[in-house]
Nanobody, 118 residues
Framework: QVQPVESGGGLVQAGASLRLSCAASEHYDMGWFRQAPGKEREFVAT????????YYVDSVKGRFTISRDNAKGTVYLQMSSLKPEDTAVYYC???????????????WGPGTQVTVSS
């Protein structure tokens, strides 16, 4: 069973970029989710095991890019043009198939905080 671990969060100003990393297994499809205070955890992006298929939530399309390096066992979320509304705890999770649904993911990391100031 894979145990994802996120890193790379921090405090940045609006318009800045940040890259999150997640230690993961090449055998699983991987997703990024986020949870803002008082809100439900929402899907952000997902990538299949080979890196050939990706999906994004509409609010991050054109700004965020998910990728993976299976040789390093790492999945990335490159975030650009960050907005205050992107502020949340970001979670990396593993699934046995490509999905945008939270309940399809079986292994979750502890999360990393991203805060975007205006």
């Amino acid at each position: 069973q894979v145990q994802p671990v996120e890193s790379g969060g921090g405090l940045v100003q609006a318009g800045a970029s940040l890259r999150l990393s997640c230690a993961a297994s090449e055998h699983y499809d991987m997703g990024w989710f986020r949870q803002a205070p008082g809100k439900e955890r929402e899907f952000v992006a997902t990538i299949n095991w080979s890196g050939s298929v990706t999906y994004y939530v509409d609010s991050v399309k054109g700004r965020f890019t998910i990728s993976r390096d299976n040789a390093k066992g790492t999945v990335y979320l490159q975030m650009s043009s960050l907005k205050p509304e992107d502020t949340a705890v970001y979670y990396c999770a593993a699934a046995s198939f490509t999905s945008t649904r939270r309940n399809d993911y079986h292994s979750w990391g502890p999360g990393t905080q991203v805060t975007v100031s205006s």
